[in-house]
């Protein structure tokens, strides 16, 4: 039996151990609030503050875990290398976790060191270097910190007028102690996707189906499995996310991100954990979840196919207000109610305005099935699930 000590205890990490425990390990869950979703199923759970290196190694000394798999980017990623250096296993790799923590230091190595095709780019830690930022890339631009989650800090500046208030939300929505931007010309894209990438210990490379997926305010609302892709856009996104998760190396699931026009594969992001948009795959529609991939990956287990069992869609039930006590939801039972439906709460004990509580997860009736009509039906569902405060 191994010991996994968990950073960050959201609703991502909270199936990832369901999926650990299956195997019959143990987890620690750590988080910077009590109850966080993944410590209500963890062995044992710690609070502390990520980004206080002192906090960070005590908990460590104390759990001496066999693994540690990083589950937000608001940790000093700086000390995981010493970890390394002690012998544990870091997922995917200290490298790894701390290069992609940072929006600049993924970037740089995509566009820079592997040649990928990215967005024009520039960097900002003054307002006056935002100015002249958006200046060079041009409007519309994209604006986001260089270290945030789920959309934070992310808008779209569209005229002159919104540059001061893009400047500030960025910087009042970046995480962590790192107050710089990055500033992307805006790619007129037909669609964007998530390709789940598996890196194993003793396997190939392995691809999800692509992932389509929609955003409002920078966080994901929905997503859905297969999104139709070119076969040559398909082949040359799998490359690119081949050369970066080969670069930055390591074992687990990745989320790697492509905005796709009609001819042309452009890089954004990446992930490297499960993906909010990967949570279509709580239906099954693939060989696997991408939980139970990652705790495959981690724990050195085989993957032997990876393949699309069928097409489901995803939608978010969000929080319309802030309470500090644990929500209740209505609306539940009708769901459940409908075929192939389901809805996954994912236990946060506080709300705040269109923070995610819960999903709805549908699998097609039959093979016969749309895209469109799964989409339909998952955020049709949504709807119908009210957060009670």
């Known amino acids: 039996m191994k010991t996994i000590l968990l950073l960050g205890s959201g609703e991502l990490g909270k199936e990832f151990v369901i999926a650990v425990k299956r195997y019959g390990h143990r987890v620690v869950a750590v988080d910077s609030y009590e109850n966080a979703p993944a410590m209500q199923v963890a062995d044992d759970c710690r609070v502390i503050s990520m980004l206080d290196a002192s906090q960070l190694d005590a908990v460590v000394a104390d759990i001496q875990p066999d693994i540690i798999v990083p589950e937000v980017e608001a940790i000093r990623t700086e000390r995981l290398f010493a970890y390394e250096e ?5 997922v995917p790799s200290a490298r790894a976790a701390n290069m992609t923590m940072n929006r600049k230091a993924i970037r740089d190595l995509a566009s820079k060191d592997l040649g990928l095709q990215t967005a024009n780019y520039r960097y900002a830690t003054t307002h006056e270097e935002f100015v002249a930022a958006v200046d060079e890339v041009g409007i519309p631009c994209v604006v986001k910190p260089l270290m ?9 500046v569209k005229s002159a007028e919104d540059i001061d208030r893009a400047w500030t939300y960025a910087l009042e929505g970046s995480r962590g102690d790192l107050m710089e931007v990055i500033v992307e010309a805006f790619v007129a894209f037909e669609s964007e996707i998530t390709l789940l990438t598996v890196t194993q210990k003793n396997g190939p490379t ?12 920078g966080d994901y ?10 076969p040559e856009l398909l082949l040359e996104a799998q490359r690119m996310a081949d050369l970066v998760t080969a670069s930055l190396s390591g074992v687990g699931i990745w989320g790697v991100e492509f905005f796709l026009t009609d001819t042309e594969v452009y890089f954004s992001e990446l992930s490297p954990r499960p993906h909010d948009t990967g949570m279509v795959t709580l239906t099954g529609a693939t060989t696997l979840s991408e939980f139970e991939l990652h705790a495959r990956a981690v724990l050195g287990y085989p993957v032997p196919r990876l393949e699309l069992e069928h097409a489901a869609a995803s939608a978010v039930v969000l929080a319309t207000e802030a309470s500090p006590n644990m929500p209740s939801y209505t609306g539940v039972e009708g769901v459940l109610a409908e075929p192939g439906m389901e809805v996954r709460i994912f236990g946060k004990p506080a709300t705040r305005p269109y923070r995610r509580m819960a999903v ?9 099935e749309t895209v469109d009509s799964l989409r339909g039906r998952a955020i049709g569902a949504a709807s119908c699930v009210t957060v009670t405060t």
């Open 148 to 156: 945030s989650s789920s959309g934070k800090g992310q808008s779209t």
């Open 221 to 230: 609302q929905e997503s859905w499995i297969p999104h139709y892709v070119k």
């Open 86 to 90: 002690q012998g544990i296993h870091v």
């Open 206 to 217: 392995l691809f999800c189906p692509p992932i389509g997926h929609r955003q409002e305010r």
């Open 360 to 368: 709805v997860v549908v699998s097609a009736l039959d093979k016969d």
